[in-house]
């Protein structure tokens, strides 16, 4: 029975146009950035490497596929928590709005299981934009640019072998997904709280700036809870791509997210539970 709604949740999904709208922007933002890069990459290589080709010799494909997903990877992180909240966020109040979630629970089936069916049906969704963009992001790129070392100039410098990339980005794409999974069960939380679309797509993306900004404080208060909040792990998969990985810090990181996804379903259950549908 759980199976069949869970079909029936992601058919409600799928046919709605705005489920698409994720996927269509991923389809035209990361061929952008992959033209750009072809066009102008060599030029903005350069540029950021201009004082370091003074001091060493550089050779091979530097600018290659692995590292036009490195940079998509970083570039469309930060718009892929709208593109889930889009969807995540309208899980719940899209019943309230159509007045359907009264007649939803007059079938025999408990409300866990309706909530539990309309939750892993958003992290599906979620999923599968995160494979979209990869597919896209990694497949696409080495295609059309090769392979090669991964040429990294942030605070230090690393260059990764090609024999020691492939499976960073496999675990960076999963990782991606466990941080875009929070952010899908944070809209999904609000969707609960209220009874339009609209209003957990902006609780949520509140919720990250006002975290983010709480984050660049340095209040002693502050300090102690920095660890705790999702927005500090949201882009751990860049520690997967450190000449040494610090597998340890990448694990707590992981089991944070993993936690508020956890204690932001069972709230929701919580809440559903207790009230009182009446449309």
Known sequence: MFFTLLKIELDKIFKKGRSFIGFIAIGILVPIIQIAMYSEGNDYFNMFTQTLQQQFDFSGN??????????????????????????????????????????????PVSRFQVISAKFIAAQIYTLLLILWMSVLSMGLSVLFFGKGELFIVASTITILPQDDILWRFLLAYFYGFLSMSTVASVAFFFSGLVENSIGPIVSTMAVIIVFTIISSLDAGFIKAIKPFLFTNHLIGWRYLFEQTIDSLRILQSAIILFMHSILLFALSVYYLHKKDIMT
């Open 62 to 107: 530097l600018l290659n596929g692995y590292l036009i997903a490195f940079i998509v990877l970083q570039s469309l992180f930060v718009h892929i928590p709208l593109l889930v909240s889009l969807i995540a966020g309208d899980m719940l109040a899209g019943e309230a709005i159509a007045g359907t979630f009264r007649i939803l629970l007059i079938r």
